[in-house]
């Protein structure tokens, strides 16, 4: 040890400024860039929700649920937002996002919603008529539901600190594909033969052109415009047009329920009640309606609910 303090020693500047200086240089900013490294991810973490895609959708999904049941002849639909919803479970379970559930979920989204009144209608003929009630309501602000769950004001500050956070980087993914992924074709046929980059997936997501949050009720192919679209299974035409957001559009109904739509697009190439065989040419990729660029929209329905497109060709 006493050796060791002496080739230490031997190592130092003379005078005082000298030795102040190489203090700096080896001691202190050494310290300082180790604080560093480490506190960036612990700031990092104490400002974003630790939550999954799967678990934001469970998020969304239950908000919108709750919403929807605000609605009735008598009082507008209610908007909950979601996010507001994750912030709180996040400062809540202290970011263990495995102790969310629909059911507690659920719970905290009827918070935001408080009834304000009750109108009694009566429906129905004499002597069968029936006092139907609806119930009114309006949204509860952030700070209220706060002061419900007894929130201290520093886990007030925590929750509006994630909300803050851009969920877009858990929504707006391409499907998390692989760069060489290819369509396996089984039952469908891949509606732009040969292009496969995605560019925005099924479920969730940020609005590309109004920037709010919805649900993306199929996926967006990137192509060029005028490349051709075709049938992606054996159908018939139900509808060729322009349809608002979707642009120029067609619908084709196939056996067991299914349904096919492709959005879009820059040209139609068949008609209402044509019957078209897998592989025909009906169109060509385009941006019209509420499109950011040229690309092909592309839904599977069953029974007239969307479902995810990419579940047919994996």
């Known amino acids: 040890m ?38 960036g991810p612990i700031t990092a973490a104490e400002k974003i929700p ?21 609605k009735n ?24 996002f495995s102790k969310a559930n629909p059911a507690e979920i659920e719970k905290l989204a009827k918070m935001f919603i408080k009834k304000v009144d009750e109108v009694e209608e009566i429906e129905g003929e004499f002597p069968n008529q029936v006092v ?9 602000s952030l700070d209220e539901v706060l002061s419900l769950l007894n929130f201290s004001t520093a886990e007030k500050e925590k929750v509006k600190e994630f909300i803050e956070f851009d969920f877009s980087l858990l929504l707006n993914s391409a499907a998390n594909l692989p760069d060489n992924w290819a369509a396996v074709e089984k039952n469908f046929k891949w509606p732009v033969p040969g292009v496969y980059r995605i ?31 075709i049938a992606a299974a054996d159908g018939e035409v139900g ?41 025909d040419i009906i169109g060509y990729v385009g941006s019209t309606g509420k499109s950011t660029g040229p690309h092909l929209h592309f839904e599977i329905r069953i029974n007239g609910q969307a479902v995810d497109p990419l579940g047919f060709y994996r």
């Open 2 to 39: 006493h050796i060791l303090s002496k080739i230490l020693l031997a190592f130092l500047p003379d005078d005082l400024e000298s030795i102040f200086k190489f203090a700096l240089l080896f001691i202190v900013v050494p310290a300082l860039l180790i604080a560093l490294l480490f506190a």
């Open 50 to 70: 630790l939550i999954n895609t799967e678990q934001v959708k469970m998020y969304i999904y239950t908000a919108n649920k709750v919403s929807d049941s605000t």
């Open 239 to 279: 509808y060729a047009g322009w349809n608002g957001g979707y642009g120029n559009v067609i619908y084709i109904t196939h056996n067991g329920g299914y349904e096919t739509r492709y959005a879009h697009l820059s040209r139609i190439a068949v008609k209402k009640w044509q019957k078209v065989k897998a592989g």
């Open 132 to 140: 139907k009630k609806y119930e009114v309501y309006k949204l509860r």
């Open 73 to 96: 002849k008598y009082s507008q639909r209610i908007q909950i937002d979601w996010r507001q919803l994750v912030a709180i479970d996040a400062v809540r379970f202290q970011q263990d």
């Open 199 to 229: 560019t925005s997936g099924f479920g969730p997501r940020v609005d590309p052109v109004y920037g709010t949050m919805g649900f993306h009720s199929g996926v967006d192919i990137a192509a060029p415009t005028g490349k051709i679209v």
